[in-house]
Each structure stands twice: as structure tokens, then as C-alpha cells.
């Protein structure tokens, strides 16, 4: 089967390591990218997602570099903002707390992809990653403790191309028909 095609958007997109340490995100950029998360779907409209922004020379961004691993620390404080990911992992006290937190990791993770998507559209590019202190984040903005902290976001200016290949598994090998592991496209469907 020929590759098939998909928007350039998302075929080119990358997560750099390289970023303008001189560009500054503009508030209507970020507020562009927020606002794709807060569109995004989630179980009964729960909404379980929320977001910690520190803009490059902020207080906020000098604290959360202070929480990255060293392997992302390299990197990341460069890009233009860091944002941290965080959903709700059980109905808090609040009167319209989210039912519906069975699907609240699936449902941010959307939020993010709608965010990243955005951003790419405004010619920046997203990192996400792991390694950071999440019990320290958690502390420092006071998360509650029915929220869950995630994945972190660097957003930015993307200035250094990536050389290693981008490879993925095969749609054979995650595209199944009626039975697990059978390809759809043998599977008659
Ligand atoms: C939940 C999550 C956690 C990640 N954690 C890290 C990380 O800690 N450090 C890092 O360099 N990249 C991290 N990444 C980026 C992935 O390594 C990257 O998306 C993957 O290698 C595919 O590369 P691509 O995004 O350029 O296609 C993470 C991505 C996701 C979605």
C-alpha cells in the first residue's frame, strides 16, 4: 500500500531540540493554543484538562526550569514558554466537578494534540515530555490533589532541524480489522 496522505501539518511535524532563544510568544499565540485545547472533545463535555504557562523570563517559567531532568533541561529552557499538562483524576469538591475521569488522561492528551496542532499552524513547534519533577510542579502550584500532573510542553520557535529519521510501526501492525493483530486491510473492511 502506497503511504497514504496526511496533512502536512502533521507529517512534518517534529519535536525540535533547537529552539530561537530570542523569540518571544506572542499572548495571542499562546491564547490561540490554549483556546484549540479548550475545544477539544472530552467524555460527557467533562473538560477534566488544565494548564500551567510560564512564558521565557517569567516567574513562572524561571521556576519550572528549575523542576526539568537534566536530559530536558538541555533543551527546553530555550523554547519560548513551558506549559504543563494536568487533568482531573477524580470529581473534586467543586458543585460541577467532572464525572467522567475514567477518560480525563485520554481526554487532556486530545486537549495537548489540539494545542501542538495549533501551534503548528502559527509556525511553532510543541516538545512534549516527561521528565521532570511532577510531585515538585504539583507543590509549587499548589495542585489539587484530585488533579494529576502530566506531560510538560515546551512551545517555540523551532531553529534546528532533527536528523534522526522519523520512524513509526506500520499501519499493519495498529490497524486491525475484526480480530486483534489481523490488518484491516486483509481483514475484507
Ligand atoms: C507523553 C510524552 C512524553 C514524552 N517525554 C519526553 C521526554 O521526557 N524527553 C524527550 O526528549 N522527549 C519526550 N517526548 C517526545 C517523544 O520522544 C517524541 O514525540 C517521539 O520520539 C516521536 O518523535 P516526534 O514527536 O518528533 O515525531 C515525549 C512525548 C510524549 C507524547
Known amino acids: 500500500m502506497a503511504e497514504p496522505t496526511i496533512l502536512p501539518l502533521l507529517r512534518e511535524r517534529r519535536s525540535v531540540r533547537g529552539y530561537d532563544e530570542t523569540h518571544e510568544l506572542a499572548t495571542d499565540d499562546l491564547a490561540?493554543?490554549?483556546e484549540a485545547a479548550r475545544w477539544a472533545?472530552?467524555?460527557g463535555n467533562s473538560q477534566?484538562?488544565?494548564?500551567?504557562?510560564g512564558r521565557r523570563g517569567d516567574v513562572a517559567h524561571h521556576a519550572f526550569v528549575e523542576l526539568l531532568a537534566p536530559s530536558v533541561r538541555r533543551w527546553a529552557p530555550a523554547a519560548s514558554a513551558l506549559v504543563f499538562a494536568v487533568h482531573q483524576t477524580a470529581s473534586g469538591p467543586e458543585e460541577?466537578?467532572?464525572?467522567y475521569s475514567?477518560?480525563?488522561a485520554y481526554d487532556l492528551g486530545q486537549a495537548v494534540a489540539q494545542l501542538c496542532v495549533q501551534a503548528g499552524a502559527l509556525g511553532l513547534s510543541c516538545h512534549?515530555?516527561?521528565a521532570f519533577d511532577h510531585d515538585g510542579l504539583a507543590e509549587l502550584a499548589a495542585?489539587?490533589?484530585?488533579?494529576?500532573?502530566?506531560?510538560g510542553i515546551a512551545v517555540g520557535l523551532g531553529v534546528v532541524s532533527e536528523v534522526a529519521p522519523r520512524t513509526r510501526r506500520p499501519l499493519a501492525e495498529i490497524a486491525y480489522g475484526a480480530r486483534f493483530?489481523?490488518?484491516w486491510f486483509r481483514d475484507g473492511c
Not at 48 to 53: D, E, K, S
Not at 143 to 151: D, I, K, Q, R, Y
Open 128 to 130: 512534549q515530555f516527561a
Open 181 to 183: 493483530g489481523r490488518p
Open 143 to 151: 495542585v489539587p490533589p484530585h488533579w494529576s500532573v502530566t506531560t
Open 96 to 99: 460541577d466537578a467532572p464525572l
Open 102 to 104: 475514567d477518560y480525563a
Open 41 to 43: 472533545p472530552s467524555a
Open 32 to 34: 490561540s493554543m490554549l
Open 48 to 53: 477534566p484538562w488544565a494548564f500551567l504557562v
